[in-house]
């Protein structure tokens, strides 16, 4: 199995399960959609997979590796990367340095590393600046590179994290509400850059969390319907949003 696997997982707070039961399998080559209503456990999930959260019952599995229980930033090591719904950047730093700082390898990070190996730390950064680079320049952010962080738009701030989140080279992209909160016109942007991914890295597989049924349509081949921390129906994109139950009840269509 290529992609990304849970399988029966569970999480309760309080006594109150939050994520049931959930079985699903994410595929690379193709967007995911997971949707529900707010509270439905979207968000948990993707905690559950990130190793923020612990799941009480149930496995995680990358390419048949599992992977549950493993701290976040072994998780995130695997390959596995998330967009959070709420912006994460470095406001005191400009936008290339918040791509670049992405672009860190575990190696690079070390204090030591310019230290004993000066040669290879100058071929780095020169690496991770045409990366960095690249990337800014994928999400049409390559004027802004001397800018602070803080200057940016909301919707440019929402382009530099996923910029940030392509620099760091992950195969899984758990996208939580990319598109919340912007304008017509961001996002626009926002789906070509994931159709561009897409497109460019058939490896890569994503998982978007969002609220827009137009952009699900338009977007995911998959689409998981979440409610109440379970899985209430899965199938391809046309078949849920198609189905009268999905559409009556949940979407009040
Ligand atoms: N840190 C937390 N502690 C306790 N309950 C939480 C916490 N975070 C979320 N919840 C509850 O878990 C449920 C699922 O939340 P969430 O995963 O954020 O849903 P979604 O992303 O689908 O809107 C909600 O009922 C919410 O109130
Ligand atoms: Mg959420």
Not at 65 to 79: C, D, M, S
Not at 125 to 152: E, I, P, T
Not at 207 to 222: G, I, P
């Amino acid at each position: 199995m290529r992609g990304l696997k849970v399988k029966a997982i569970s999480k309760s707070s309080n006594n109150v399960e939050i994520v049931s039961e959930v079985t699903a399998t994410f595929l690379p080559g193709c967007i995911t959609a997971l949707i529900g209503p707010n509270g439905a456990g979207k968000t948990t999930l993707f905690h559950l997979i990130t190793g923020e959260l612990q799941p009480d019952h149930g496995d995680i599995f990358y390419k048949d590796e599992k992977i549950t229980g493993l701290p976040p930033y072994r998780i995130a090591r695997k390959g596995i990367g998330r967009l959070f719904q709420d912006v994460r950047i470095f406001d005191n730093m400009t936008v290339l340095e918040n791509v670049l700082a992405a672009c860190l390898t575990p190696e690079q990070e070390s204090p030591f590393f310019s230290f004993f190996h000066p040669a290879k730390w100058h071929a780095c950064r020169k690496h991770n600046l045409d990366k960095a680079l690249y990337w800014l320049n994928f999400v049409g952010l390559q004027d802004k590179r001397d800018q602070s962080a803080s200057s940016l738009s909301f919707g440019q701030q929402k382009l530099l994290a996923i910029a940030r989140l392509l620099a760091g080279e992950f195969n899984v992209l758990l996208l939580d509400e990319p598109t919340a909160g912007l304008n017509p016109v961001m996002i626009k942007k926002v789906l070509d850059i994931l159709e561009r991914i897409i497109a460019e890295d058939r490896e890569k597989t994503v998982v978007l969390v969002e609220h827009n049924m137009k952009v699900v349509t338009e977007m995911a081949y998959w689409v998981y319907f979440m409610n109440e921390g379970r899985i209430a129906f899965f199938g391809r994109t046309d078949h849920v949003l198609g189905d009268k139950e999905v559409r009556e009840i949940y979407l009040g269509l």
